[in-house]
């Protein structure tokens, strides 16, 4: 996955979510429950693909490309806007932190796998749809297997641009 910094200024509904999930943040809760706080304000603040520019929005032909929208000040959290064209699909992965992801546009292929790796779940999450997880127990791939490219929203536990990526381990 590409990741480039946004060249979009920041627009009122991505404020209005930063200062939402900056007031999560700051109760200092456990991963398991930030994360569930963090998907209810994304639930409640969740913008539409314009957040991305149409330039972003078009994605990246050989691979999925990321759009990091936000980085917290302290390094506590960050914002990635997501572009999956049709066929494309991460690595089967973990996460070195809590993530939470809100679909903005199409359908996000989702599977996930237990710690051995067989699958033990698969799910189409569509426009609107909010999910949230923390390790361990996040095992996961992400891809899109529709005509029409698939746009969501990554908000991470950590300063992604300092650390280089959100995934801890590829399994494949």
Avoid at 71 to 100: K, M, N, Y
Avoid at 133 to 153: Q, V, W
Wanted: proline share 7%.
């Amino acid at each position: 996955m590409t990741t480039a910094s946004t060249t979009r200024p920041t627009t009122p509904a991505l404020d209005d979510l930063v200062a939402a999930v900056r007031r999560v943040i700051d109760r200092r809760v456990d991963w398991a429950r930030t994360a569930e706080l963090v998907a209810e304000q994304l639930r409640a603040h969740l913008p539409g693909p314009d957040v991305l520019t149409p330039d972003q929005r078009r994605g990246d032909p050989d691979e999925l490309a990321g759009h990091i929208l936000h980085v917290e000040p302290d390094g506590a959290f960050s914002i990635v806007g997501l572009v999956c064209l049709p066929g494309q699909t991460t690595r089967i992965h973990d996460h070195i932190t809590w993530c939470v992801v809100g679909v903005l546009a199409g359908t996000e292929h989702e599977e996930l796998f237990d710690a051995s790796l067989p699958r033990i779940g698969v799910r189409d999450n569509v426009a609107g749809e909010v999910g949230g997880f923390a390790p361990p127990g996040d095992i996961h791939r992400i891809g899109n297997e529709t005509r029409e490219p698939a746009i969501s929203l990554h908000i991470y536990g950590t300063d992604i641009t300092r650390v280089g990526s959100s995934v801890r381990r590829d399994y494949n």
